[in-house]
């Protein structure tokens, strides 16, 4: 059967806290004392500014130099084992996409220190700055079944109810949300607009999606 996984990037296929701790500690390092990472997670959890928490302990920074260095810097951020082996079977069976909101160096340096590249097609990655518009837009999506037309199935597995599900709702996709068990996500999970912005599946582990693909049928 004839089926098409896409993926969201961050806080599904890897913890996007990983990327925001390398984030930091590449601005440290630019500022030559390893200290001030420590400096900004604990801005960070007390939901205070981590640039400006640096910048009051060393007034030399600039804000818009550590901005520029965390959204350029080459990630140091590793797939979870989960992660790799759901998308070691699915890529053995299915086609994989990836469609993901973000600025394409960001997401790009991402998706190189991740290896990604083994999984989706050049043309199966969508990226929001990319192409235009973000995942609040069926274009986003439609995307992918331009390039992969006819498929019997479509899914879509994310993390954010806001932004994720809907528009995969509304084409007829099968939408499943891997939940937030540890509570460290960028984004909460009770933020669903309405019921149509909700997943139809839930899982706890990105693993549990595989019984969902194959198990799916006409």
């Known amino acids: 059967m004839n089926k098409v996984v896409v993926f969201d990037l961050d806080d599904t296929l890897y913890k996007e806290v990983d990327y925001v701790r390398s984030g930091f500690m590449a601005v440290a390092q630019h500022l030559g004392d390893d200290s001030l990472l420590d400096v900004m997670l604990k801005a960070r959890s ?3 500014n981590a640039f400006e928490a640096v910048k009051e302990q060393r007034p030399d920074a600039e804000i818009e ?7 350029n810097h080459k990630p140091t951020i590793t797939l979870p084992r989960e992660t790799t082996l759901t998308l070691d079977y699915l890529h053995s069976k299915y086609t994989l996409a990836l469609v993901t ?19 989706f097609a ?7 700055e990319e192409f235009g518009s973000d995942k609040h837009s069926a274009a986003n999506f439609k995307a992918i079944e331009k390039n992969h037309p006819g498929a019997d199935f479509y899914f879509y597995i994310g993390d954010n109810p806001e932004k994720d599900f ?4 509304q084409l007829g996709w099968r939408t ?5 068990v540890n509570h460290v ?3 909460g999970q009770d933020n669903a607009p309405s019921i149509d ?12 999606a595989i019984a969902i693909v194959d198990e799916t049928e006409i």
């Not at 130099?65 to 959204?71: A, D, G, P």
């Not at 912005?197 to 549990?208: F, K, R, T, V």
């Open 46 to 48: 007390k939901g205070i």
């Open 176 to 180: 499943i949300m891997l939940e937030d």
């Open 185 to 187: 996500n960028i984004h």
């Open 122 to 128: 050049p043309e199966d990655i969508v990226i929001s």
């Open 101 to 119: 909101d973000g600025r394409s160096v960001g997401q790009r340096n991402k998706i190189e220190a991740l290896g990604l590249e083994r999984y």
């Open 65 to 71: 130099k550590m901005i520029e260095i965390y959204r």
């Open 197 to 208: 912005h909700i997943a139809q599946y839930a899982i706890e582990s990105l693993c549990d």
């Open 166 to 169: 809907f528009r995969p709702n």
